[in-house]
């Protein structure tokens, strides 16, 4: 079972790092919107308010249609509420589903011929799954998916796939400009011995099968803590 465990982590590992700098800031904020409801783990829920949260064109579309992250805000505090688990910022909890939209993300790029992962991507991925958690709050909010989806198509079809290597190599570059807004250089820390030994650094997944497993939050964010 750690082998599986350990073979998952690393599949969306590989996930994780054709994530652009747009995407990586839209996991940052759904951690903490997570941390806001104390719900424990990264849901659709979450990402979705990430998503409205990343000024770009999946939250243009979805603003333009009355979606607004007030509005879901609500919604899932009517819906889920407020739990009572309090996640450090020192790690993420991913559940499956989320995992899974993750996943879907890079497909669809693929289909694009897109080399790395936009937001846009993600969007499609949380309206194509009717069985989750951010599916249903936009539906009772009578988003109308068909017409946001087929925007988010031909937005997708126009994108230039150029634009896509050069951030790539941007990326490569100049490392993690995201999260030099948004985390701690735990590298740096340890350098000059500030690093805190009781800061976890991981991000945590939940199996299919209830079981958790992790890796280290500095294999994908290069030393970075949120």
Not at 12 to 39: D, G, P, W
Not at 186 to 210: Q, S, Y
Request: net charge negative; glycine share 6%.
């Amino acid at each position: 079972t750690n082998i599986v465990s350990k073979q998952c982590g690393l599949e969306v590992y590989m996930v994780f790092e054709k994530f652009t700098e747009r995407s990586q800031l839209i996991l940052v904020e759904a951690q903490k919107e997570s941390q806001y409801f104390n719900h424990g783990y990264i849901g659709t829920e979450h990402i979705l308010l990430g998503i409205l949260k990343e000024n770009g064109v999946a939250r243009e579309l979805l603003t333009k249609n009355n979606i607004k992250i007030d509005i879901v805000k609500r919604a899932i505090e009517d819906y889920l509420g407020y739990g009572d688990i309090q996640v450090s910022m020192g790690e993420m909890l991913i559940n499956p589903r989320t995992k899974r939209i993750f996943e879907d993300s890079l497909v669809k790029a693929r289909i694009y011929n897109h080399n790395l992962i936009n937001p846009e991507h993600i969007l499609l991925s949380l309206l194509d799954d009717v069985d989750g958690v951010a599916y249903y709050l936009l539906k009772n909010l009578k988003l109308n998916f068909d017409l946001v989806k087929e925007e988010l198509k031909i937005y997708l079809k126009e994108v230039n796939v150029l634009k896509d290597n050069i951030e790539e190599k941007n990326k490569k570059t100049r490392k993690t400009p995201m999260l030099d807004q948004y985390g701690t250089n735990m590298t740096e820390l340890a350098k000059e011995e500030k690093l805190d030994p009781v800061i976890g650094r991981d991000i945590r997944f939940l199996g299919n099968d209830g079981q958790c497993f992790r890796f280290g939050l500095d294999a994908f964010f290069l030393g970075y803590i949120l």
